[in-house]
């Protein structure tokens, strides 16, 4: 490809040449549950990641393209009702917003990770785990393409009170200048790649400063390289972001961009190869990570070979999510006893070098929680778990275990097991949970 980034979103995708193949009842789709969940996607997925002879289970074209079943099937029949009759758009919206508000768009407690710095509430980072904040740039909060699985989603909806963001990168030097503690700075979204090289140097380059020598690490959270690697090729200032990236690890500290890639066609392309190659030539690391979702990437064979072209490239395998309760979440979930099979059998095909990835975990209120297995102790049948992060360090890696319950699917529906009454690093016995009846009844 020899061209700048198109954009595709609701108002213009009908211009995608390969959309004309598609059934009416599929554009249809794409009208109705687009108006819900947020919808982008660009000329390199069009191009080079989509099977079009293959749409109807194209895992890329379910990554990016709003599908019928992703909305509760009520709701979808009233959007579509509404457009039928041509209802106004202040009536849409009026209702669309409804919808999204009953889509957990805020899940597992994010809100409490707001720092303060005396009175002023930082809404642009978070602080979860002593050594590592996660940053907020505002002018990062979108990305090169939307994933429909995303549980950042409101904040491309114009859902301006949850909105993560802080303009002033000047708040975050005063916040790093009081948390020593902190080694870890996580750039993060939306996808910061999408600002611009100066926009980015402008964050940066402060933290090389010798009064910053307690942050080590410097991390990029980004999907940049699985849905526009021309970002570090051919955009105009794709020099200056390599720039940047060797002067940061000239300064004495480590870069690690966090690459998110869900699938292993989005490691296949000659431009994914090539920006992995020149992102590592500046001696910034890549590390990798994915949800595990129903429909684009539920099998093991996947996982497998994901991890071993990112060996191959380079690239060190590092997280396995399991899909958040948020938005379409109904659509991609997967059971945690499930989630556990895939890790496992990916896992054990893999060579030691792939295996430095961690998971299937949970990023729950508590911590990231992974599942280690399913196991029969003295005939009960349990999840053994324990913290890769927790609130608390103090609860990092000890086993505890829930009951068995096929159909969990998230941490919020699992029980004590051996009758206790709540897990060791809860404060108070907790409430019995069942599997979540669907949450629009
Ligand atoms: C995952 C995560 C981090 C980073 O954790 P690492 O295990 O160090 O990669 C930091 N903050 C929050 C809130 C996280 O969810
Ligand atoms: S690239 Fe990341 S933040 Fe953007 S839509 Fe996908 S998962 Fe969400």
């Known amino acids: ?53 293959n749409v109807e289970t194209d895992p890329i074209f379910i990554l990016n393209f709003p599908q019928k079943e ?27 917003k409804k919808i999204r508000l009953s889509l957990n768009p805020n899940p597992a407690g994010q809100e409490h990770n707001v720092p303060y710095l005396g009175e002023i509430k930082l809404k642009g980072i978070q602080h979860k785990y002593p050594e590592t904040v996660l940053f907020f740039p505002s002018q990062g909060q979108t990305c090169h393409a939307y994933c429909t699985f995303c549980f950042r989603w409101p904040q491309f909806s114009g859902m301006s009170g949850l909105k993560f963001a802080m303009k002033e ?28 090289a100066s926009t980015l140097e402008a964050y940066i380059k402060p933290l090389l400063e010798p009064e910053f020598e307690h942050i080590r690490s410097i991390r990029i959270g980004t999907k940049s390289l699985a849905y526009w690697p021309y970002r570090y090729l051919i955009d105009k200032d794709s020099d200056d972001i390599i720039k940047l990236f060797e002067l940061v690890n000239k300064s004495g500290k480590n870069l690690s961009i966090q690459a998110h890639f869900n699938h292993p066609r989005e490691l296949s392309t000659h431009a ?13 690391q890549i590390r990798t990570q994915s949800p595990l979702l129903k429909h684009i990437n539920d099998k093991a064979e996947l996982w497998s070979q994901m991890w071993r072209k990112q060996v191959d490239l380079g690239c060190v395998p590092y997280y ?16 945690l006893e499930r989630c556990w099979q895939i890790f496992r059998q990916a896992y054990s095909q893999v060579s030691g070098l792939c295996r430095t990835v961690r998971g299937p975990s949970m990023s729950d209120v508590a911590g990231k929680i992974q599942v280690l297995g399913v196991q ?58 069942t599997t979540k009846p669907f949450p629009f009844e």
């Open 320 to 335: 396995m999510f399991i899909a958040r309760d948020t938005g379409a979440k109904r659509y991609f979930e997967i059971p």
């Open 169 to 196: 990168g000047a708040l975050l030097l005063k916040y790093l200048r009081l948390h020593k503690e902190v080694t870890d700075i996580l750039f993060t979204g939306g996808d910061p790649m999408v600002m611009s």
């Open 70 to 96: 992703m909305l509760d099937k009520k709701y979808y029949t009233l959007i579509k009702k509404l457009l039928d009759e041509n209802a106004s758009k202040e009536v849409i919206d009026e209702y669309v």
């Open 376 to 433: 029969e102790i003295k005939g009960d049948k349990v999840f053994v778990l324990r913290f890769i992060q927790g609130r608390n360090p103090k609860w990092v890696h000890i086993p505890f275990f829930a009951e068995y319950n096929p159909k969990a699917t998230w941490m919020d529906e699992l029980n004590p097991a051996f009758g206790e009454d709540k897990f060791f690093f809860e404060e108070k016995p907790s409430k019995l949970k």
């Open 1 to 53: 490809m020899n061209t700048s980034l198109k954009s595709y979103t609701l108002h213009n995708f009908r211009t995608i040449p390969q959309i004309s193949s598609l059934s009416k009842e599929l554009i249809e789709n794409i009208e109705i549950v687009g108006r819900v969940l947020p919808f982008k996607t660009n000329n390199y997925v069009v191009e080079e990641l989509i099977d079009w002879s």
């Open 272 to 284: 994914v190869k090539e920006a992995i190659a020149r992102i590592r030539k500046t001696g910034a």
